[in-house]
């Protein structure tokens, strides 16, 4: 672990992984495209997925750009995409088997295990005004290290009381996962305007159709 004085001060990005970071795993999880908006799946291209990475802070665009630029990037591209995708098949089917009330498969949460002691190397216990939290104490150089704070939000969530208010979405098309915040945890869909309407309007259409 670098000393304190070689780390590179004011780092950016170094994202904590308080609360506020516990939705980057579901975040995560969801960049597998639905139906909705046909959005691009994140973990297709290494482009779509930089882009991504630095929509949530996980690396700038410099570094972003160094990693483009690196030799191997295509080869390496290709198979970190690969691991990516397997990393985020196994938080889904986590947190989809706790939401149902099941219990996850030792493959899976030993996949997770393995990012997790990975990024102990790079953590940085941090404190400011009297509250602490991890940080990852230099930016990524390498894109596996792009995956650490996502296994590490997925930690986090894993291990807190936020995990009762986990779901996955109703929508007959849609598999995203959200946290229900609302006070009676009556909350159905990702997204009350995407697929919290259309399902409204297949209620709709049914009862029409039918004459009710
Ligand atoms: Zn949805």
């Known amino acids: 672990m670098p ?8 780092s950016s990005p170094t994202p904590g992984l308080g609360v506020a970071a516990a939705g980057l795993c579901l975040d995560f999880v969801n960049t ?10 994140r973990l297709e291209a290494l ?21 483009r630029r690196a030799p191997d990037a295509r080869k390496d591209g290709a198979a970190f995409l690969a691991s990516a995708r ?13 939401v ?33 939290s991890w940080r990852m104490s230099e930016p990524p150089k390498r ?4 995956l650490q704070p996502i296994a590490l939000s997925a930690a986090d ?4 009381d936020r995990l009762d208010r986990l779901k ?10 959200f946290i229900d915040e609302s006070r009676n945890r009556s909350r159905r869909w990702c997204d009350m305007s995407d697929c919290g309407n259309r399902a409204k309007a297949q209620r709709f259409y049914r009862r029409h159709s039918q004459g009710v």
Not at 143 to 146: G, P
Not at 157 to 160: C, E
Not at 168 to 177: K, L, P, R
Request: proline fraction near 4%; hydrophobic fraction near 40%; charged fraction near 30%.
């Open 100 to 132: 149902a009330g099941g219990e996850p498969e030792k493959a899976d949460v030993e996949i997770l295990d393995g990012y997790l002691t990975r990024s102990l190397a790079r953590l940085q216990f941090v404190s400011s005004s009297g509250r602490f």
């Open 157 to 160: 969530l894993l291990r807190s």
């Open 32 to 41: 597998e495209g639905v139906e909705r908006n046909s959005p691009p799946d």
């Open 47 to 67: 482009d779509l997925f930089l882009d991504w990475a630095i929509g949530k802070e996980l690396i700038d665009a410099t570094g972003a750009a160094a990693l």
């Open 3 to 10: 000393t304190k004085h070689s780390r590179p001060r004011n």
């Open 86 to 98: 397997a990393l985020r098949e196994s938080l889904y089917r986590i947190f989809s088997e706790l």
């Open 168 to 177: 996955e979405c109703g929508g007959e098309t849609c598999s995203w996962m």
């Open 143 to 146: 894109l596996a290290e792009l």
